[in-house]
């Protein structure tokens, strides 16, 4: 009965389910506008190229926003910068919706200019919330909070351009893009409602420290610090060799190699994000507390290997249950990592330390791209691409196993 009782405390907490919710409707709104934007350029305007400048105004702003917004969320009330980022985010997405209303046809580069805003004012959310939640839920129970957490964050961006896909057939852009902002409106105003433990309301009184200071002492703790030195470099290494390859390599390989169709590689996409939520849940019902670097590192090994395997398939069923497997690696890997930086890392720098964690590796998502985009125009199949990029995982995962032992004996 206590076990139980201690399962479900979690929910129990309001502040929790109240950041739960928000988190929900943040990424349920991204996704349901980058799915509102592309279409319209696509279907609309008939500029397919276009989505590619599009995607660059969201990233690169965003990128740099969550460096500002980590040390934003060292210095500030998490929920007031959550607040800032949800509203300010609706009132850019209802200003689009007036001229969605008024104009016949909006052009691209004010779709572009509107990407760059929602970068960055969502690039302040993230750091805000992973700074906050440590705050309001016990150590113990980090691990399973971040689960729940990013698995919301996965059925929100898998449920999202379905759910704007079933709308837009049956009102138009502007009445979308103001239900979206209602919905942003409302988590801001929800999150404001989060009780912060009393020792942290004093955030605000303290006096004001150089921002450049703060940003450099964020960098230097990084990186001096063993530990955060080490998921650093992780976070790195997977998003550079695990992003072009697997995500921009999907349909490349389902129509390449399986001979495959739109349908075939709908399958391949739902079992990758299927994995994707059944590893947060598996990973939130283990609670894992115990040798979590240790098992990470033997995960990072494992998705090498599922790369590998991955690469070498000819069939159909067999591509989407390997892709099942490797989709329950990530979160598996991505969530213990989390937990230890909200864990170990000194409070006053959480924000800092995961923006800088988030931002490194967020910004070699591009670069894989272009890495991959440049190893298919030299005539470098797919499959030969993704098995090659397995490699630098598992190398990473032997150095970093050897070279810094305080990540296999954390807990």
Same mark, same amino acid.
């Given at each position: 009965?206590?076990?139980?009782? !201690?399962?479900?405390?979690?929910?129990? =907490? !309001?502040?929790?389910?109240?950041?739960?919710?928000?988190?929900?409707?943040?990424?349920? =709104?991204?996704?349901?506008?980058?799915?509102?934007?592309?279409?319209?350029?696509?279907?609309?305007?008939?500029?397919?190229?276009?989505?590619?400048?599009?995607?660059?105004?969201?990233?690169?702003?965003?990128?740099?926003?969550?460096?500002?917004?980590?040390?934003?969320?060292?210095?500030?009330?998490?929920?007031?910068?959550?607040?800032?980022?949800? =509203?300010?985010?609706?009132?850019?997405?209802?200003?689009?919706?007036?001229?969605?209303?008024?104009?016949?046809?909006?052009?691209?580069?004010?779709?572009?200019?509107?990407?760059?805003?929602?970068?960055?004012?969502?690039?302040?959310?993230?750091?805000?919330?992973?700074?906050?939640?440590?705050? $309001?839920? !016990?150590?113990?129970?980090?691990?399973?909070?971040?689960?729940?957490?990013?698995?919301?964050?996965?059925?929100?961006?898998?449920?999202?351009?379905?759910?704007?896909?079933?709308?837009?057939?049956?009102?138009?852009?502007?009445?979308?893009?103001?239900?979206?902002?209602?919905?942003?409106?409302? =988590?801001?105003?929800?999150?404001?409602?989060?009780?912060?433990?009393?020792?942290?309301?004093?955030?605000?009184?303290?006096?004001?420290?150089?921002?450049?200071?703060?940003?450099?002492?964020?960098?230097?703790?990084?990186?001096?610090?063993?530990?955060?030195?080490?998921?650093?470099?992780?976070?790195?290494?997977?998003?550079?060799?695990?992003?072009?390859?697997?995500?921009?390599?999907?349909? $490349?390989?389902?129509?390449?190699?399986?001979?495959?169709?739109?349908?075939?590689?709908?399958?391949?996409?739902?079992?990758?994000?299927?994995?994707?939520?059944?590893?947060?849940?598996?990973?939130?019902?283990?609670?894992?507390?115990?040798?979590?670097?240790?098992?990470?590192?033997?995960?990072?090994?494992?998705?090498?290997?599922?790369?590998?395997?991955?690469?070498?398939?000819?069939?159909?069923?067999?591509?989407?249950?390997?892709?099942?497997?490797?989709?329950?690696?990530?979160?598996?890997?991505?969530?213990?990592?989390?937990?230890?930086?909200?864990?170990?890392?000194?409070?006053? !720098?959480?924000?800092?330390?995961?923006?800088?964690?988030?931002?490194?590796?967020?910004?070699?998502?591009?670069?894989?791209?272009?890495?991959?985009?440049?190893?298919?125009?030299?005539?470098?199949?797919?499959?030969?691409?993704?098995?090659?990029?397995?490699?630098?995982?598992?190398?990473?995962?032997?150095?970093?196993?050897?070279?810094?032992?305080?990540?296999?004996?954390?807990?």
């Amino acid at each position: 009965m206590i076990k139980q009782e !201690k399962k479900f405390n979690l929910l129990g =907490s !309001k502040s929790f389910v109240v950041l739960l919710i928000a988190t929900v409707a943040s990424s349920l =709104s991204l996704s349901m506008f980058m799915f509102i934007q592309s279409w319209y350029v696509v279907a609309e305007l008939n500029k397919e190229a276009g989505l590619g400048i599009i995607m660059i105004c969201l990233t690169v702003p965003r990128m740099f926003s969550m460096i500002i917004g980590g040390v934003l969320a060292d210095q500030k009330r998490q929920n007031r910068i959550m607040f800032l980022s949800d =509203s300010s985010t609706a009132i850019v997405l209802f200003g689009l919706a007036i001229l969605f209303m008024y104009f016949n046809e909006v052009p691209i580069w004010i779709l572009a200019i509107n990407a760059a805003f929602i970068g960055i004012f969502g690039g302040i959310f993230e750091p805000a919330r992973d700074s906050l939640l440590p705050k $309001i839920v !016990k150590t113990e129970q980090l691990t399973r909070a971040n689960s729940m957490t990013q698995g919301a964050i996965q059925i929100a961006l898998f449920s999202g351009p379905l759910l704007a896909g079933l709308l837009i057939s049956v009102i138009s852009y502007h009445l979308l893009l103001i239900i979206i902002s209602l919905l942003l409106c409302l =988590s801001g105003i929800g999150v404001l409602f989060i009780k912060i433990p009393q020792k942290q309301n004093r955030l605000d009184e303290q006096p004001e420290i150089n921002f450049i200071n703060n940003l450099k002492e964020g960098f230097v703790y990084t990186w001096q610090e063993p530990l955060m030195r080490g998921i650093f470099i992780i976070a790195m290494v997977s998003n550079l060799f695990i992003s072009g390859p697997l995500m921009m390599g999907l349909p $490349i390989f389902v129509r390449g190699v399986l001979d495959g169709n739109s349908l075939d590689f709908s399958f391949v996409q739902g079992g990758l994000t299927f994995g994707m939520i059944a590893g947060s849940v598996l990973i939130g019902v283990i609670n894992m507390k115990k040798n979590r670097g240790a098992y990470t590192l033997y995960l990072i090994a494992l998705q090498g290997v599922g790369m590998l395997v991955f690469s070498q398939i000819q069939t159909l069923s067999i591509a989407v249950i390997v892709i099942i497997i490797i989709g329950v690696l990530i979160p598996a890997i991505n969530i213990p990592l989390v937990s230890m930086v909200q864990t170990y890392t000194d409070e006053n !720098k959480v924000g800092r330390v995961m923006s800088l964690i988030r931002t490194g590796s967020l910004g070699l998502i591009p670069l894989s791209y272009a890495i991959t985009s440049s190893l298919l125009g030299l005539g470098i199949d797919i499959n030969v691409i993704m098995a090659w990029s397995s490699l630098p995982l598992l190398a990473c995962t032997a150095i970093l196993f050897i070279l810094v032992p305080v990540i296999r004996k954390t807990d």
